[in-house]
């Protein structure tokens, strides 16, 4: 079994990741990124799941208690994003992505391989997400602001 304080960063890292993208799914205006962090949000659910499962069958009670300054940080982040450059999506998806990639070099395979591998898939799933919204707002950026001129 792993050592309570690893398991601990674990279980935070995925309800932190999970609270991001509830808040990034009710703020973004692109529906393509809400279905995608839905999804993102589906599957960390599931792991976290699995992970207290895991625990729980060893007596151990794994379940993340979601504290009022976490939730708080994450609105301040999206509240951030959208006063100083309207950038929601980006700055909340790179902080889920910080946040489950620090958890990517602990030693999670006393848990088993699944969740080992589950847990480096979920990370990859936020950078993924993070860079494709950030390459697409860049892109949207340079893109001129009339689509079409017509000339006579």
Do not use: K
């Amino acid at each position: 079994m792993l050592p309570p304080a690893a398991l601990g960063t674990i279980t935070r890292a995925l309800a932190g990741a999970l609270t991001g993208y509830a808040l990034c799914g009710r703020r973004t205006t692109d529906p393509t990124v809400a279905v995608a962090v839905n999804n993102a949000a589906a599957s960390a659910s599931a792991l976290l799941d699995a992970i207290v499962r895991e625990t729980a069958a060893h007596g151990v009670d794994a379940a993340p208690r979601t504290r009022m300054g976490d939730r708080l940080r994450w609105e301040w982040l999206a509240s951030t994003g959208s006063v100083m450059d309207g950038a929601v999506e980006m700055r909340i998806l790179t902080e889920c992505a910080r946040v489950l990639g620090e958890v990517v070099g602990l030693d999670v395979s006393p848990l088993g391989d699944a969740i080992a591998s589950r847990v480096r898939l979920a990370s990859a799933e936020a950078w993924s997400l993070a860079s494709a919204v950030t390459a697409g707002a860049r892109w949207r950026s340079e893109q001129p602001a009339v689509a079409f001129s017509y000339s006579t």
